[in-house]
């Protein structure tokens, strides 16, 4: 079972730095342009993110809307210190997706990437930001999502990562009872895949 424990101990050995300049998880990535185009489609004015890590989002936040209201959550406090330092303008604060300190419906926008995965129980993860949501929740399986139905684990720098299916997901999601579910891309895929609900 990965624990808080275990993903806090692989982070404090990452230079957040790192992840600005990484090609494979820099700024330009598919997934972050797809992200920012949201919030730009969307209008986004206030938001949430779980799992901000070194900020990479954040600073796509700000350059699609500069007075954006944004605030970013991490489980890591090297994470957290790293984002208040370097992006005063953001508000950042150590917490884990199990447990958010924050009221239901609180932002319009509650974004969370490469976190899901992680988790042993995704769907409770899950729950909570749709719980502080008021109208979106854009998450990302960085995995992908599989045809057959099975929860695989990988262990991989000293914490695990889980794969998905792409049915149980999507029933899942449904059972909310969104106004709508669009996923990127639009048919299951063993590929990252982020997926944008909308509560009624």
């Not at 950042?92 to 969370?112: H, K, M, S, T």
């Not at 929740?137 to 695990?160: A, P, R």
Request: aromatic share 12%; hydrophobic share 35%; with cysteine.
């Amino acid at each position: 079972m990965t624990t808080i424990k275990d993903i806090t101990s692989y982070w404090s050995r990452v230079n957040p730095g790192e992840f600005l300049q990484s090609p494979g998880e820099g700024y330009d990535k598919p997934v972050r342009q797809l992200y920012r185009s949201l919030l730009s489609i969307l209008k986004v004015q206030r938001m949430l993110e779980v799992g901000c890590g070194p900020g990479v989002d954040h600073l796509g936040a700000v350059s699609t809307n500069p007075q954006i209201d944004y605030t970013g959550v991490d489980i890591t406090a090297q994470m957290v210190e790293h984002c208040s330092r370097t992006y005063p303008e953001g508000r950042f604060l150590q917490g884990d997706i199990n447990r958010l300190p924050f009221e239901d419906n609180q932002f319009p926008f509650v974004y969370c990437k490469d976190v899901l995965n992680h988790l042993d129980d995704w769907k409770a993860g899950f729950s909570e930001l749709y719980r502080v949501s008021s109208s979106y929740v854009l998450v990302n399986f960085f995995y992908g999502l599989g045809t057959t139905t099975f929860n695989l684990k990988e262990h991989q720098d000293g914490h695990l990562n889980h794969f998905f299916d792409w049915n149980e997901v999507m029933t899942t999601l449904s059972a909310y009872q969104p106004v709508a579910i669009t996923s990127y891309p639009r048919t299951c895929t063993v590929e990252e895949v982020s997926i944008l609900i909308q509560k009624p």
